[in-house]
């Protein structure tokens, strides 16, 4: 695995963390469970499917694992501009949560390009 894949890992899992901990305060302090629900099931994915992009059957597969996990960042990011825009969050966390998910959609987005050009390098 490469370096940039390892970092992606280890950044999914903190987001994750700081998901469920998100997850726990609006339970607790806001009484808010169904935004909280939706964000914390987007937000623990993401790790999960790089997880399994780990493991994963052929490069296309891989790539395929880590595009839902693209998707899964893109819902997160709904979510918590959702909760933002609905007073449940302060901006400094929002802007805070964002910034990790926009960084490791970013990270994604680079492993699966070059992923893909390693792919279409093979094959001509």
Do not use: H, P
């Amino acid at each position: 695995m490469e370096k940039s894949e390892n970092i992606v890992k280890s950044k999914s899992f903190v987001f994750a963390i700081r998901i469920v901990r998100l997850y726990q305060y609006l339970g607790d302090k806001k009484k808010e469970f169904v935004l909280s629900k939706q964000c914390l099931r987007s937000g623990t994915s993401i790790g999960a499917l790089i997880r399994e992009a780990e493991y994963a059957q052929s490069k296309a597969d891989f790539v395929n694992k880590l595009s839902i996990a693209i998707k899964e960042v893109n819902e997160v990011l709904y979510w918590l501009e959702l909760l933002f825009q609905t007073d449940y969050i302060d901006k400094k966390l929002f802007d805070s949560l964002k910034a990790d998910a926009e960084e490791i959609l970013k990270l994604l987005t680079a492993i699966i390009n070059t992923t893909k050009r390693n792919i279409s390098t093979k094959t001509r």
